[in-house]
């Protein structure tokens, strides 16, 4: 695929991942994470480099916890002291990439205190993508003995 092609008169995509508690959301994150190089290869990043700010194993969640208003108990003392550096050491990967689609994932993106105002300075920090929200939900019944 032409990737100047792809991006011509269209914003790049990204991909917003809400990972909610027990919906494969680890499952899903750990296979981008590991297959991000194949990924790479078909204009997707997944960014993986677990030294960057943005990155805690293989999700998201210092992004989900750099969101003003939103801490997270779970995030690394690493790095929680480089959460004013994942917005802008993001934007840095972002703007040095030829991807077309960009997927980010974090459980952190579906805490309760995230909310509708958050989530959409969240969207807005990434204006130049169009930006799609995916949500996973699932039903379980609950059966008696």
């Not at 960057?52 to 108990?73: D, M, N, S, T």
Request: net charge positive.
């Amino acid at each position: 695929m032409d990737l100047n092609k792809a991006r011509e008169g269209n914003l790049r995509q990204l991909f917003l991942h809400i990972g909610f508690n027990k919906t494969g959301s680890t499952s899903l994150q750990k296979a981008l994470f590991v297959n991000a190089s194949t990924l790479g290869h078909r204009g997707i990043l997944y960014p993986n480099d677990v030294d960057a700010p943005y990155v805690q194993r293989w999700q998201h969640v210092p992004l989900a916890a750099a969101v003003p208003g939103c801490r997270l108990e779970w995030v690394t003392p690493k790095k929680m002291a480089t959460l004013n550096d994942a917005y802008n050491n993001l934007h840095i990967k972002l703007r040095s990439s030829d991807h077309h689609t960009v997927i980010l994932s974090s459980e952190g993106f579906g805490e309760t205190g995230m909310g509708a105002g958050k989530l959409k300075w969240l969207k807005n920090q990434f204006s130049e993508f169009s930006v799609k929200i995916v949500a996973l939900f699932v039903w379980r019944s609950c059966r008696n003995g």
